[in-house]
């Protein structure tokens, strides 16, 4: 069974870069499909990215022009890098894998609070 687990700083000001790594166990990303998807406070869930066993990046056209997704295969993890950040990208950011798309399997990462605040 793959698990993940989110890392990263809790805390981000506004304008900077928010970096996070999902460090993958039970699978190699060089295989399905590696997400980044979040959760702003009394928000439903919002798929940000992601990298595919290829190395291909996709995301979401509301956040594209902001979004990198990148990986690491020598360590089995893959980052996430949001720039420019505002207040409104406060939220629990979670890694999860497809076999296809975006079919998630269970279990996501445990997610990672991250807020933007001077």
């Known amino acids: 069974q793959v698990q993940l687990q989110e890392s990263g700083p809790g805390l981000v000001k506004p304008s900077q870069t928010l970096s996070l790594t999902c460090t993958v166990s039970?699978?190699?990303?060089?295989?399905?499909?590696w997400s980044w998807i979040r959760q702003p406070p009394g928000k439903g869930l919002e798929w940000i990215g992601y990298i595919i066993y290829s190395g291909s990046t996709y995301y979401s056209p509301s956040l594209r022009s902001r979004t990198s997704i990148s990986r690491d295969t020598s360590k089995n993890q893959f980052t996430l890098q949001l720039s420019s950040v505002t207040p409104e990208d406060t939220a629990v950011y979670y890694c999860?894998?497809?076999?296809?798309?975006?079919?998630?399997?269970?279990?996501w990462g445990q997610g990672t609070q991250v807020t933007v605040s001077s």
């Open positions: 999860a894998f497809a076999r296809v798309d975006r079919y998630f399997e269970d279990p």
């Open positions: 039970g699978g190699s990303i060089t295989t399905g499909f």
